[in-house]
């Protein structure tokens, strides 16, 4: 999925374990868990060198695009 970061394009390379359950009544939604494996800038996978601070920035960005 593609993403900005502080003004930079990347390419976020996820995958997903579990599924979707629609909210109850009694019950809030649940949502699959998403694993990013790969943070793709032109053409390089940069993942190895970014911070948690970063990850977790991205992170969130991805699961507001996919969720929201």
């Known amino acids: 999925m593609r993403l900005q970061i502080r003004g930079e394009d990347i390419e976020v390379v996820y995958d997903e374990y579990g ?6 009544r ?3 939604a649940e949502y699959p868990d998403v694993y990013i494996t790969e943070v ?3 053409d390089v996978d ?3 060198i970014l911070g948690d ?3 977790d920035s991205i992170y969130e ?3 507001d695009k996919l969720y929201a």
């Open 19 to 24: 599924q979707y359950i629609a909210p109850t």
């Open 26 to 28: 009694d019950n809030p």
């Open 40 to 42: 793709m800038y032109k």
């Open 46 to 48: 940069i993942m190895p």
């Open 53 to 55: 601070v970063d990850i």
């Open 61 to 63: 960005l991805l699961i």
